[in-house]
């Protein structure tokens, strides 16, 4: 795989004579899958197959379901691919499949299933004007941040939580978060309005600040 990686991209950039967008790369892969080059697929899983294991893992809490999910999600893009035309990045295209996969294992199970593991850029954001001193009580203020968002993000309604870990956890823009949830950009930057402040509130008792206060 690894050889074949090297000369597939090696021909790509070849037959461009400027440097390609990772846009533009995943595009030329896709073209190739459509035209029957199977292992040109598996290198978009290769990219893509832990950035969307880590997103569904902020859905779904059993991480054999996300094992299975993320591979499901895989499964149903590879048979969709040939109607896809690259009016939008692939990847985004990619997220849109692998959520409406997780909400709709989630609704067969009657259930919601949240889930927030470990400290992430938001978590960061909370926590940057701690000290950098490592003390057991800056330890402690740390693992309770930790929880305090992880329990914030928990409790968001699905639509809040997702926007916010595209933000947070992929780095996507609000316009390719728009594209993945399907929904206009003014709502996307609500959501994620919304999200923060869900999260301030929670932690503002914990960093002792005003309302009015961001942290």
Partial sequence: MLAYTVSVLFSIGRDNRYQMSDREIDQQLVERVQSGDKQAFGLLVSKYQRKLHRLLARLVRDPA????????????????????????????????????????????????????????????????????????????????IALTVEEAMSGLPDELREAIALRELEGLSYEDIANVMNCPVGTVRSRIFRAREAIAARLRPLLDTRADERW
């Fill in 65 to 144: 379901e996300v094992e299975d999910l993320t591979q499901e999600a895989f499964i149903k893009a590879y048979r969709a691919l040939g109607a896809f035309r690259g009016e939008s990045a692939f990847y985004t295209w990619l997220y849109r499949i692998g959520i409406n996969t997780a909400k709709n294992h989630i609704a067969a199970q009657t259930r919601r299933v949240p889930v927030l593991g470990g400290m992430d850029a938001v978590e960061m954001e909370g926590a940057a004007h701690l000290s950098d001193l490592d003390t057991p009580e800056r330890q402690l203020m740390t693992r309770q």
